[in-house]
């Protein structure tokens, strides 16, 4: 059974990846940091449902935190799906942004990324098969007003993504980004009602966590073996 990381596993899109990847057999590691109860209540389901799974808590902005909680994991074997799920925006205009706002969502989205993906190349390398998963965000293609950090973040997620592709495209192991539009959950619900959604996006609604995680499951499947290095857009037809 091939073993799944999702980072940010616990929020409402990374508890739709988690049930995606269950339900298609993989053995998945939810992970946490500041609500591990939440992880458990995801592994719970995972459970109940048939699939198997487990938790874990670390602080992807924490390198020796990581390496520590990762080491324990590998003792099992290598994971060979890593979802680069978690992130955080802090919004501010540029103009009136403080150095810790600025840092922030770099220090999750990009310095978070390499401290939970590059302990597990090696192992992942060692089975010549996996899958890399970043979730992005439409900021990042586009840019969007109030999110200069963010964007910032994301873009360089994106670069990330084509380099390591490069890098592991001859081991079998594709590296891919999504960078979704307006997703429904809380934070969406807190930003944009109904009437700027259907001026905001053509197709007039917002996405749903299991539309990305249907994406995500496609590009963990072995019928996703020649698609690396992409940044794929999931938006509802904003371009």
């Not at 999110?147 to 592709?165: E, F, I, P, S």
């Amino acid at each position: 059974m091939k073993r799944a990381l999702v980072t940010g596993g616990s929020g409402d899109l990374g508890q739709a990846i988690c049930q995606r990847l269950g339900r298609d057999g993989l053995h998945v590691i939810v992970h946490a940091h500041q609500h591990p109860e939440r992880a458990m209540a995801v592994v719970d389901t995972l459970r109940a449902a048939g699939g198997s799974a487990e938790a874990v808590v670390f602080d992807i902005t924490n390198e020796l935190q990581v390496q520590e909680a990762l080491a324990s994991l590998l003792h099992a074997g290598p994971i060979q799906v890593l979802v680069n799920n978690a992130g955080v925006h802090v919004d501010a205009p540029m103009a009136g942004m403080s150095g810790a706002q600025w840092r922030r969502p770099i220090e999750v989205c990009l310095h978070g990324f390499f401290n939970v993906t590059q302990p597990l190349l090696l192992p992942m390398i060692g089975t010549r098969w996996g899958r890399i998963i970043n979730i992005s965000s439409l900021a990042g293609v586009s840019g969007n007003r109030g999110q200069t950090n963010y964007a910032a973040a994301k873009a360089g997620l994106h670069g990330a993504t084509r380099a390591l592709a490069l890098e592991l495209a001859t081991r079998k192991i594709t590296v891919n980004a999504i960078a979704p539009g307006i997703i429904e959950g809380q934070a969406t619900e807190a930003v944009f009602d109904t009437a700027a959604i259907r001026r905001l996006v053509p197709m007039q609604r917002a996405g749903t966590p299991a539309e990305v995680a249907a994406l995500v499951g496609f590009l963990a499947s072995e019928e996703a073996a020649y698609l690396t290095g992409q940044i794929i857009g999931l938006n509802g037809g904003i371009v």
